[in-house]
């Protein structure tokens, strides 16, 4: 790992998602809509054209509620009382293109805005709000063949459970045919889990589409939980389907930064997952028919991995997850190194980094989101600009 | 329809679920644990060995949090403030054993637990705690073959969308073999949605058990959301992966007991979702190898359709959710009719249902839940014992 790439990761995994390209003294234009993400006949939070987005709580014999949506260093976005017992507030800016995270202080108490759906991030299961990109056709759900996303419980004896949960794509016709597959291993970032990729990230629809429009070759994707040592008891709170038992581990954080690299999830996804995926799909089972990419902490879990077991992957991606050097690899000559971000992350550090790959003879692709920071536009991009370039 | 018997569902859908076989004078003993379906590292809420929950919620400068479990004639559970800003409280007796959905309401908002999971019901993502059943072993995660739970999108001209979306429990070995299955058709109750039966119901893990222990025959289960007028737009706020679009259909309240009976889902199931299936899954197509079953309004369903379409199913089951009259059925035989329900609903109506068909010449079961209400252990139980008497 670049420590000095791992920093910059950090200190933008943080960073407000509040859009730069435009002032906050322009007129706020009266044509909000309910977000995309809105549970059924919620009216509420709503997105304008420009990307402000507009928040309304009923609590009516509450004091304050603040939105952690907005300008990061104050706090997010006060919400004002109005006679009707609802808070209402907007942003005071744009928000960037995208999905974000988000939750409520309500008298000083963390909860979900009741008018939104609920996504793993942070840990904990947040409210989330969709700002609608200029370029969503490519992840938008059309009327093309669809693949699965299936639900597997794999045995891991390292983690003591009888079913671990991963998510699996299959392209479309792989139910009917007999052809096998090379397979993608996609990694979710810190305080996520395996339902990031197919939920926030939409990976089944940008493949469907891809796929439909003869851009990438079909493969199979596996999600899975990047964690051992932390953070997730066995039954899912929200999930699919509820695999049951496992048992929470026992000793303290283990998260991201401190524990950042878990062996333990290196051990799970190369001795446990690979082998029953191998075993219960028709995969090729060899390196060239084999990738592993990540976002942030998912990248910083690829670069680890792949470092640590060249035999088993020939294209490495790192979505917002740093960047691979040429000592690094050494002798070890992946058929693609692909490294991603926002422009409002580190675009120098992932192009100078390509080009420092390039020059030392490696296959290295940079990319960089325009307009998008350390969030899942940046991620959705990346899939879809990597997806054509793996298994050629 | 029985409308004598659809009056004690609809009556019975909403009581207590608080135990009415233990006294709330009982000494309340002091060994809580988290529930099983708590957030991460969250240590609230919590059950005792009794059936007791108890909450904690900070909201420091809150006047009043309040829990929408216990007796509900009275408004649930009040907490109360301590000096450190959290409100705790203990349900004032037993809860009955399995999952219950809840919410909060603080200083007059409604909003979910932070501590524990979201369950779609009652048309909004709720909270959910579960009481351990002295009977959990059925639907516990065990080391035996598991069976996946897949998201199918499928195209729904009658609806509008290129990607309804579905989950299909295959058995296990589904993926390696050649055989092909029969097929349930099992629908979730008003307020839920096509996620309800694996996650709070557990099919999959009920299934993987009774195949393991050699119970039932191996079958494929479909579950699909049951209502096409009403509250569902595009995009799923929770969801194993979000299908995108789909337009929100104008026009008011559809629901139930509005609208109850929605002819447009008998479109989606038996023009849509049926031909799709046989299409890309290894089914038996005929009628002798396809079963409907449903919970609440899933059974008033199952019962509208069934008898609409003589032809298409040979194993009808409602749980929860009516029962059939010799007169209904008529000259149609199908090989089965299962009835069940809890015991604190209707099980005189469902027990001399099934003794009336029985006298008229029909293969009748009714089965009754001990000591539960209109919730999900109630279809658990009904789960496990029907899918034994299917396919014979």
Redesign the interface.
Known sequence: MNLKCLTVVLATAFTSSLSHAQTSDMAVKEDFKPS??????QEYPQVNSQGYARFK????????VRVSLGLGGRGGTKLVKGDD?YFTGTTEGPMDEGFHYYH?T???????D?G????YGS???ES?I?IPAHDQDF??????P?G????????SKSTN???RRA??YTPPGY??GTTRYPVLYLQHGWGEDE?AW??QG????IMDNLIAEGKTKPFIIVMTYGMTN?????????????????ARPAGGFGGFPKGMLDNGFETVLTEELIPYVDA??RTYSDKAHRAMAGLSMGGMETHAITLAKPGMFDYYALLSGGTYTPTELGKVKPKLVFMSCGSKENPTGVNSAAVALKDAGYNAVSFVSENTAHEFLTWRRSLNELAPLLFK
Chains 1, 2 share one sequence.
């Not at 939409?202 to 629809?205: D, S, T, V, Y």
């Open positions: 995309t993400l809105n549970q059924p006949t709580i009923k609590a009516p014999k509450a004091d304050s017992g409520l309500v008298d000083g108490g963390v909860f979900n009741p939104t759906g609920n996504y840990t904990r299961w989330g969709e992840y938008a759900l059309k009327d093309v669809h699965n996303v299936q639900q597997i419980l794999f045995p459970t009888p079913g998510l699996v139910e009917k339902t197919s939920v939409h990976a089944n629809l932390n953070f997730k008891p066995g039954p899912r709170p929200v999930a699919l389907a509820t695999p049951g038992g496992g219960h799909f």
